[in-house]
């Protein structure tokens, strides 16, 4: 079974930086695409960004579009979720979740395209 887990959460002041970082044990994620979700207090979990593992086709909410970037690292087997301009509302839980091999990208931003999450990481933007 695919376990996730992410790093790189923390507390950054508005306008910082961060990077999460989603890796997974015994199992390649070249065989998936792999999506960062967020949650924050009494909210919907909402799709932030995905990346196919077919193309390497990359989507982003309208929110983070620009601020963003999703990227794999295949010598490392590590997807990141580099995070530029953080802002209050950025405050969430980030999960890592895998999606489909060969993920067409339809409702990438949907919850229930992933089958596999990780624990989550808080991320925190406060000043």
């Known amino acids: 079974q695919l376990q996730l887990v992410e790093s790189g959460g923390g507390l950054v002041q508005p306008g910082g930086s961060l990077r999460l970082s989603c890796t997974a044990s015994?199992?390649?994620?070249?065989?998936?695409?792999i999506a960062w979700f967020r949650q924050a207090p009494g909210k919907d979990r909402e799709g932030v960004s995905c990346?196919?593992?077919?193309?390497?086709?990359?989507y982003y909410a309208d929110s983070v579009k620009g601020r963003f970037t999703i990227s794999r690292d295949n010598a490392k087997d590590t997807v990141h979720l580099q995070m530029n301009n953080l802002n209050l509302e950025d405050t969430a839980v980030y999960y890592c979740?895998?999606?489909?091999?060969?993920?067409?990208?339809?409702?990438?931003?949907?919850?229930?395209?992933?089958?596999?999450w990780g624990q989550g990481t808080q991320i925190t933007v406060s000043s």
């Open positions: 015994g199992i390649s994620l070249d065989n998936y695409a």
């Open positions: 990346i196919t593992n077919r193309n390497g086709q990359t």
């Open positions: 979740a895998a999606g489909p091999n060969n993920f067409s990208g339809k409702g990438w931003w949907s919850p229930y395209t992933c089958a596999s």
